[in-house]
């Protein structure tokens, strides 16, 4: 890019050369012939001049020999020529120029933007992590009470119970009832102690809170130390509910990438809902479409989508639990160490299925790993491993199906007569069995987090 001093000097030689090339054909021309040849260019021009009267010649051949004849006008148009195109030129460099100057205003105006921006978000990132680290500070000094409270009632407590003791031993010498109010001391004692530990308990969660909290604003800051400034009009969100404390009524918004679209989650606790039936009772016997974008409404019975889950499962490595319920009240779980499904093209395959979690009580034993590797089956989009049936159309809803299925999470609710609802209903083997429909049913993702491998 050209500097305005450089184009100025630039203009200023071009004209000093115009003017010099004028000046020289300017005086090739007023130059006067030798002496000796001036009488012989007078008789050459008298007969020109003679034959042309004798003889009329045709326009065009008029004007070329008088064009011929008169070298001065040939050297002014010349002359004329250069200077227009002179003039064009140094009108283009000056459009450049204004133009050059324009845009790096406009690139000066968007970097004070950004500067702006980018300052004060650690601003408030700095007064965030300040405001966090007074919070923690005040807990750890509410549990430091706590603990020597409960020290302190420890030590009184101690000498009653010792009186107690004694009281009861000599329960003949006193009336019952001065007994019945001795006891009723350490009762109280200890019923004091349990709800200090439990406040103490209630403490450790929010510290823990708060440390991830803080976790994130050091990431946020190490990541702007580090030059790996956002994007202009682009603010960070959470990518799972690791960031509950972000949720606003259990609903959180997340977004993966910068570059990926963001959608709305519902929570529970640091666990992803993916599913969840038994509050409306909406049908989940649909198309190949709307298991793919998602449907329901997220406060009630929903399924989050297919692209979604593949998003998420492909971003982080997940493990999977799922929470059933019987008509009776009994709640079983059954989870699994990692899951993971594929992408549309592959027909979103149930990819990985990791360990079952066995030590989950109650447990509602493994009726899953049947079907894994199998990819997803709709009404009208059968890629299970049945040759002569459609497992979607059996079973009346969708999931991943082998030859056919052990459970159908996705099946039609029943009402009534569930006990007798035959494979249509929504079903774990291990849990009721086949022909059981069940009343409430949750599938949760949560990512394993390098720290404590998922063991949480």
């Given at each position: 890019?050209?500097?305005?001093?450089?184009?100025?000097?630039?203009?200023?030689?071009?004209?000093?050369?115009?003017?010099?090339?004028?000046?020289?054909?300017?005086?090739?021309?007023?130059?006067?012939?030798?002496?000796?040849?001036?009488?012989?260019?007078?008789?050459?021009?008298?007969?020109?001049?003679?034959?042309?009267?004798?003889?009329?010649?045709?326009?065009?051949?008029?004007?070329?020999?008088?064009?011929?004849?008169?070298?001065?006008?040939?050297?002014?148009?010349?002359?004329?020529?250069?200077?227009?195109?002179?003039?064009?030129?140094?009108?283009?460099?000056?459009?450049?120029?204004?133009?050059?100057?324009?845009?790096?205003?406009?690139?000066?105006?968007?970097?004070?933007?950004?500067?702006?921006?980018?300052?004060?978000?650690?601003?408030?990132?700095?007064?965030?992590?300040?405001?966090?680290?007074?919070?923690?500070?005040?807990?750890?000094?509410?549990?430091?009470?706590?603990?020597?409270?409960?020290?302190?009632?420890?030590?009184?407590?101690?000498?009653?119970?010792?009186?107690?003791?004694?009281?009861?031993?000599?329960?003949?010498?006193?009336?019952?009832?001065?007994?019945?109010?001795?006891?009723?001391?350490p009762e109280r004692l200890d019923a004091l102690a349990s709800l200090l530990a439990s406040t103490a308990i209630n403490v450790r969660d929010l510290q823990q809170s708060v440390r991830k909290v803080l976790q994130n604003n050091r990431r946020n800051l190490q990541r702007h130390r580090a030059g790996q400034q956002p994007k202009p009009?682009?603010?960070?969100?959470?990518?799972?509910?690791?960031?509950?404390?972000?949720?606003?009524?259990?609903?959180?918004?997340?977004?993966?990438?910068?570059?990926?679209?963001?959608?709305?989650?519902?929570?529970?606790?640091?666990?992803?809902?993916?599913?969840?039936?038994?509050?409306?009772?909406?049908?989940?016997?649909?198309?190949?479409?709307?298991?793919?974008?998602?449907?329901?409404?997220?406060?009630?019975?929903?399924?989050?989508?297919?692209?979604?889950?593949?998003?998420?499962?492909?971003?982080?490595?997940?493990?999977?639990?799922?929470?059933?319920?019987?008509?009776?009240?009994?709640?079983?779980?059954?989870?699994?160490?990692?899951?993971?499904?594929?992408?549309?093209?592959?027909?979103?395959?149930?990819?990985?299925?990791?360990?079952?979690?066995?030590?989950?009580?109650?447990?509602?034993?493994?009726?899953?790993?049947?079907?894994?590797?199998?990819?997803?089956?709709?009404?009208?989009?059968?890629?299970?491993?049945?040759?002569?049936?459609?497992?979607?159309?059996?079973?009346?809803g969708a999931g991943w199906f082998n030859n056919c299925a052990t459970s159908n999470l996705m099946g039609t609710y029943f009402e009534s007569n569930y006990a007798n609802a035959g494979q249509t209903g929504i079903f774990w083997e291990k849990f009721q069995g086949l022909e059981y429909s069940l009343m409430k049913v949750r599938m949760?993702?949560?990512?394993?987090?390098?720290?404590?491998?998922?063991?949480?």
């Open positions: 890019m050209m500097k305005k001093p450089q184009l100025k000097l630039m203009i200023n030689i071009i004209g000093l050369l115009g003017w010099s090339l004028v000046g020289g054909v300017l005086a090739a021309v007023t130059e006067s012939p030798p002496q000796n040849q001036q009488p012989q260019a007078q008789l050459q021009l008298q007969q020109t001049h003679q034959q042309t009267r004798q003889q009329p010649l045709p326009s065009s051949r008029v004007r070329s020999s008088a064009y011929r004849s008169t070298p001065a006008a040939t050297a002014h148009c010349e002359y004329k020529e250069l200077m227009t195109k002179l003039h064009d030129r140094v009108g283009i460099l000056a459009t450049l120029d204004e133009d050059q100057r324009h845009r790096l205003e406009v690139i000066d105006k968007k970097i004070d933007d950004l500067v702006a921006s980018n300052t004060g978000r650690m601003e408030s990132l700095k007064a965030q992590q300040m405001d966090f680290q007074q919070r923690l500070d005040s807990f750890e000094h509410i549990q430091r009470l706590s603990r020597n409270t409960l020290d302190e009632l420890k030590d009184l407590s101690r000498p009653i119970r010792q009186a107690a003791a004694q009281e009861e031993q000599d329960s003949e010498r006193f009336p019952r009832n001065q007994s019945d109010l001795v006891l009723s001391v009009g682009y603010m960070e969100h959470a990518t799972s509910c690791l960031d509950e404390y972000l949720a606003i009524n259990g609903i959180l918004k997340l977004q993966l990438t910068p570059q990926s679209e963001s959608f709305y989650v519902p929570c529970d606790k640091d666990w992803t809902v993916i599913m969840s039936r038994g509050q409306d009772g909406i049908n989940f016997e649909r198309s190949w479409l709307e298991y793919k974008d998602g449907f329901g409404n997220l406060a009630g019975d929903f399924f989050i989508g297919l692209d979604k889950v593949h998003a998420l499962t492909s971003s982080t490595l997940h493990e999977l639990r799922i929470v059933l319920e019987d008509f009776q009240g009994n709640v079983a779980f059954a989870g699994y160490s990692s899951f993971a499904i594929g992408s549309e093209k592959e027909a979103y395959p149930l990819s990985l299925l990791g360990q079952f979690q066995s030590e989950l009580q109650p447990s509602a034993g493994d009726s899953l790993s049947y079907q894994a590797g199998a990819k997803f089956s709709t009404i009208d989009n059968d890629n299970d491993n049945c040759v002569d049936c459609s497992c979607a159309q059996r079973h009346r949760l993702i949560r990512p394993i987090t390098p720290e404590d491998g998922g063991q949480r």
